[in-house]
DNA sequence: TTGAAAGCGTTACCAC
DNA sequence: GTGGTAACGCTTTCAA
């Protein structure tokens, strides 16, 4: 194997000095273009490559490299907050480099460390469903670099986070299906031991209880959705299992919109009218959700603004001292077809 | 503004050398335990940050960056895409720095510059639409770093590519809508000068040719889809107008899925019952288009396989001399309702 | 038009 | 235990 030419190759082979090799490479003035075109004619041969790091050490110039890290990438939400993220990033000349974490926190961490030895200026991450916050994203405030949160939250973290209020966001779906006359209200949720799962069954739960309901704890299936190509056979299969209880549920709120799907699936293959026979919301306000029949209620989550959000922090935290950014969105409930009986309209 | 930390910085301010600071912080055995903790204690102080440039240079191991372009990153398809480069990424330890061009050739060459600038060891894009390849991609390529474009391609170009072969499959998805006896078939395309949008009305018009039907230039409607918020309103539109013809046609094939589920949106509001009264096939298999109704016949696009492969061919092409890696994926029809009238089935 | 040398921040080797 | 120095690959004065 052959080392990378360098400079120093170039000017032995042509007997003249480095420095007129990198004038030539250059394209600086005050060269002899017949030295010039040999040099070039070499360092193509030799496949001259520069070494980029050497330029950035010697013109002192970090370019500010931002590393987001996502759980999936081409899930739209995901996405979307990345276009933002870079849609900032854009604007200020910073340049983002992107991990999947697939949802596995040893990728997780393996992805944080690459990041950190190639000498990121931040860190942007929406964590793992499983991640182990205290080992992964601690470490990395300790090295001083700033770290904005996203998407899913922690227990006694105090650093920069954008979060969407989505316990607020359940309560308003659920009440919503309240108000519009369902009574047996179901919930298939995802079993998520951190705070996305847990907040929107928090949620649920507690509008229930605003309205003296009690919980039937038959009527909260809990899955897990991280596949995002199996959520929807996920909430079919949660679906079937309502159905089959002595005394199945007049409404659902679903975790997400793919879930709701799923819903959708099994109500047309079983008969059963939405939003006449059941109530239906998601979560996400994904495109499908608009253009499936019924066109389905939800929740609207603004990935575009938290990412611009998130890069606003991470630039805000860099130049501040120890300052910390958070916020929380609440997020709007999009009425469609799926909640609401057409008797009532 | 003050200048950050270095090694000197400390070393000085505590009457030490370089080296011992250097060996303090990277805890090396051979030190004084009173002097290890001074110097840590400093260098927390003066939030001492090693410079990555730096000790990559000194230890020679450059980071495989390869910069990613693509049109459109919140797009299904080019999310997959992504998601494809970066698990075969992954593997190899590199990392992805991503830009996205928003289909203008101008913040393309923007980031083109941007990424050589930090020095990426490769590039894999997805060019814009109206991408001035000459201008901003064959200059690269003078560089001799490995280039692999993805997803459009351009004449002359004799570099690396991974394409689909969107000639056939259209050819494909016609052919399917004659063998369901379908006869006035026609077009909602995307006015695209180069690849893409053309390959496909090219396959279609060849189809038709074959098959001794002529074009019917009434049938063809080109639509400026880049927006894809609203290409299911282009597609909507489009459909209007076909059917104000005095001769509507009996099919329609869709240039995307988004622009297809625009024809559904049409038919529904209208009561024109697809498949019965009009034949559709779409492109991409967005996930979506098994879920609408009726399900939508439409062309698979295996957008994580295109990633893997581009992946390798930067991979292999940084390592050979010069050899090129070319691919076209052939594509296949998912017959689902949207395309088979049911007295047929 | 060209070259020598300094220096970017770090680590590793060798000497003390 | 500690410090001097060379080296990583490059650009940029300054001098010739």
Redesign the interface.
Known sequence: MSKRTKLKDIADRLGVSITTVSRALNNKADINDETKREILELA?QL???????????RRNN??P?VGVILPI????FF??V??GI??KA?LH?S??????SLQDEK?EKK?LN??M???VSGIIIAPARNSNFEENIIPILH???PVVVIDRMYDNYKGNYVLTNDYNAAHKAVQHLLDNGYKKIAHIGSVDDKSIGTERKRGYIAALHQAKIDINEDYIILNDIDNPDLA?EKGFNATAKLFELPNPPDAIFAVTDDVA?GV??YA?ENNISIPDDLGLVGFSNA??SN???PRLTTIEQN?FAMGQLAFDFFNKASSSNGEVFQKSFELNLIVRESSVQKSEV
């Open positions: 193509r496949e001259y490559r520069p070494n980029s790091l050497a330029i950035s050490l970090t370019v490299l990438i081409n899930h739209y996405a979307t990345l276009k870079m849609s854009h000349n340049l983002i480099i992107v991990g999947e990728k992805i690459q990041f030895d190639q000498g090295k001083r670099i929807i799907i959708i699936e047309k495109k499908m253009y499936i029949r990935g």
